[in-house]
């Protein structure tokens, strides 16, 4: 009803952007900054925030339509896009960081923000970087200021940028002490300690704020009656959105041994790096001491052979006698959009005289967000 192509849609989003962009440059003269300081914010801004895919600040637009049930105003789309935003510079920032920490070579296919050469030019190559992230989260704060202040819902606002920026950091701090790079150690790893991962590190900034930031924009209060029944919508959400961003970063996890480059855009690299994937979780899970000693022997093993190395990890994978993960991960992609699916049908839905109410938690909301990663295939 309301749909528009994936390019316009994009584009119209992409022009907020510079806006804020503006917004932000013209700050930073008003503070007297340096002519190279300004550059060198303005080129941080352009090289690590619009490059993605920006479906996580999208779907905020995305869920604010489908609460209104119309299409936004010119005033309500402006609003639900600089939140979109806000959400694209927290994916900036911390992208920014954990390539530092994980010493990535490239992101969206080009060289990583800390190894660009102008950064590497000035003799610290990690630290100046560092910097340039905390002042993308930084500018999250002053766009919600300086847009949002006057809005009843601005220290809600606030608070979910704070607790979900909170969340991913204990998220990232479990996987850093888990498959630090320099010392892979894949006894570490399980399926328990993976969804832990994935649910704090990615889910909740991924999936819960987008919904989240739009609910608390269209009046969605923290509690509400339905039909004699008390609907608590933000517990609602995370119950359906956490296992949704878990099954995306499943999705992931095996694309990434089991897409091609043409297909993801990227040659998977989670086998030679040592990642806690969900791959190698399974296989530890389910497979017999012979292949648990092979993932010993290869997994992670950086070096000459490491080509080699990743192979024979992929072919334990493959083995249609054997572990089967391509199977494996059918089984689980299928009973997860089923159970996603349930948690959706239980969220009581608004009847026909709330149809132009905003305030209610609609079940389009999560279809809109599932219908966009099932059978994704980059």
């Known amino acids: 009803m309301y749909a528009m192509s994936h390019a316009d849609t994009r584009n119209k989003f992409l022009a907020v952007f510079e806006g804020i962009r503006e917004e932000l440059i013209a700050h930073m003269k008003s503070e007297n900054m340096p002519e190279d300081a300004i550059a060198w914010f303005n080129e941080n801004l352009i090289y690590n925030v619009p490059g993605g895919k920006l479906n996580r600040g999208i779907s905020v637009v995305d869920s604010v339509t489908i609460l209104l049930n119309r299409l936004p105003t010119d005033d309500e789309y402006f609003k639900a896009a600089l939140l979109g935003w806000c959400i694209e510079l927290l994916q900036a920032f911390f992208l920014v960081s954990d390539d530092i920490m994980?010493?990535?070579?490239?992101?969206?296919?080009?060289?990583?923000?800390?190894?660009?050469?102008?950064?590497?030019?000035?003799?610290?190559?990690?630290?100046?970087?560092?910097?340039?992230?905390?002042?993308?989260?930084?500018?999250?704060?002053?766009?919600?200021?300086?847009?949002?202040?006057?809005?009843?819902?601005?220290?809600?606002?606030?608070?979910?940028?704070q607790e979900v920026t909170y969340k991913t950091e204990m998220g990232q701090l479990v996987d850093q002490i888990t498959a630090p790079e320099d010392n892979i150690n894949i006894d570490k790893y399980t399926l328990p300690k993976h969804t832990f991962v994935v649910r704090y590190k990615t889910a909740y900034y991924s999936f819960y704020l987008s919904v989240a930031l739009a609910m608390r924009m269209c009046g969605v209060q923290d509690a509400y009656e339905l039909d004699g029944k008390t609907v608590e919508p933000y517990k609602e959400a995370d119950r359906i959105l956490i296992p949704m961003g878990e099954f995306f970063q499943v999705q992931d996890d095996y694309l990434d041994y089991h897409g091609t480059e043409a297909q993801i855009g990227k040659i998977g690299t989670?086998?030679?790096?040592?990642?806690?994937?969900?791959?190698?979780?399974?296989?530890?899970?389910?497979?017999?001491?012979?292949?648990?000693?092979?993932?010993?022997?290869?997994?992670?093993?950086?070096g000459p052979e490491q080509t080699m190395r990743e192979q024979?990890?992929?072919?334990?994978?493959?083995?249609?006698?054997?572990?089967?993960?391509?199977?494996?991960?059918?089984?689980?992609?299928?009973?997860?959009?089923?159970?996603?699916?349930a948690m959706i049908e239980l969220l009581p839905e608004p009847g026909a005289q709330d149809e132009l109410r905003g305030d209610r938690l609609r079940r389009d909301v999560f279809r809109a967000f599932l219908s966009k990663i099932t059978d994704r295939t980059a």
């Open 270 to 302: 989670d086998i030679i790096d040592g990642k806690c994937s969900w791959c190698v979780c399974t296989a530890l899970t389910h497979g017999t001491d012979t292949q648990k000693q092979i993932l010993f022997e290869n997994y992670g093993k950086k």
């Open 102 to 161: 994980d010493r990535s070579i490239s992101r969206r296919g080009q060289p990583c923000w800390y190894r660009v050469s102008d950064v590497k030019g000035l003799g610290k190559v990690h630290n100046i970087a560092v910097n340039d992230s905390c002042m993308l989260e930084g500018a999250i704060y002053h766009i919600l200021k300086n847009h949002f202040r006057r809005e009843s819902y601005y220290v809600d606002l606030l608070e979910l940028f």
């Open 312 to 341: 024979a990890v992929k072919d334990m994978y493959n083995d249609e006698e054997g572990l089967n993960i391509p199977k494996r991960y059918e089984e689980y992609s299928k009973n997860a959009v089923a159970e996603i699916n």
